[in-house]
């Protein structure tokens, strides 16, 4: 909790700061729908199936919430790796990547619903399908650190901050 502020109806996650805010309650299959608004190169994630206690993107299953441009304009003028394809926007983090190019200019609100639906997961942003991915379909010998949400079916959800000012703003959930 004292990685994040509300300021102006909205969850910021502080500059500087991170980690995971979780729900009270845990969930299985359902719908989440968020709103979000991203700083140049700005970075966090959705957590899924995230057991109490552990950490999204190894014990549960993270969705990139990141300015991909921006991050790799920046790693690139530090002489810095870009990100991998499974790191852009959307994509399951360490498994699989999103399509890219559909986030809107820094700065603007864009909307993202995520299905979960057994072990299938969904990503629409700003109404256009970037990722459709079956868990059991991913060949885990190419993953260098499977998370453990791989084999979890049901967990808490939330944010999971990375030290920057990401905004979000009408987080629902209907559970399935």
Same mark, same amino acid.
């Given at each position: 909790?004292? $990685?994040? =502020?509300?300021k102006?109806?909205?969850?910021t996650?502080k500059p500087g !700061? /991170?980690g995971d ?7 299985? +299959? ?5 709103e979000? !608004?991203?700083?140049?190169?700005? +970075?966090?994630?959705? @957590? ?5 206690? %552990?950490?999204?993107? $190894?014990d549960g299953?993270?969705l #990139?919430?990141i300015?991909?441009? /921006?991050?790799n304009?920046k790693?690139a @003028? @530090?002489?810095?790796?870009g990100?991998e394809p499974y790191?852009?926007h959307g994509s399951?983090?360490h498994?699989v ?6 986030l809107? *200019?820094v700065?603007?609100? +864009?909307?993202?619903?995520i =299905?979960? #639906? ?5 990503v629409?942003?700003?109404?256009t399908?970037?990722?459709d991915v079956?868990i059991n379909s991913?060949?885990r010998?190419?993953?260098k +650190? *499977? *998370?453990? /949400?791989?084999?979890r079916?049901k %967990?808490?959800i939330?944010? @999971?901050?990375?030290?920057d000012?990401?905004v979000?703003?009408?987080f629902?959930? !209907?559970?399935?």
């Open positions: 909790m004292d $990685s994040y =502020e509300v102006d109806g909205a969850i996650c !700061k /991170g805010l979780l729900t009270k309650d845990e969930f299985e +299959n359902g719908i989440i729908r968020v979000f !608004k991203l700083p140049k190169a700005g +970075n966090n994630g959705i @957590a899924l199936r995230t057991p109490l206690g %552990g950490h999204s993107a $190894s299953l993270e #990139q919430v300015d991909s441009d /921006g991050y304009e790693q @003028a @530090a002489g810095k790796k990100l790191q852009y399951l983090y498994c990547g999103a399509k890219h190019g559909f809107r *200019p700065g603007e609100w +864009n909307f993202q619903e =299905e979960v #639906q057994g072990q299938r997961i969904k629409t942003l700003n109404g399908k970037i990722l079956d991913i060949d010998s190419q993953i +650190n *499977p *998370p453990k /949400g791989l084999d079916t %967990g808490f939330g944010f @999971a901050g990375h030290s000012p990401v979000f703003r009408s629902k959930v !209907k559970k399935m």
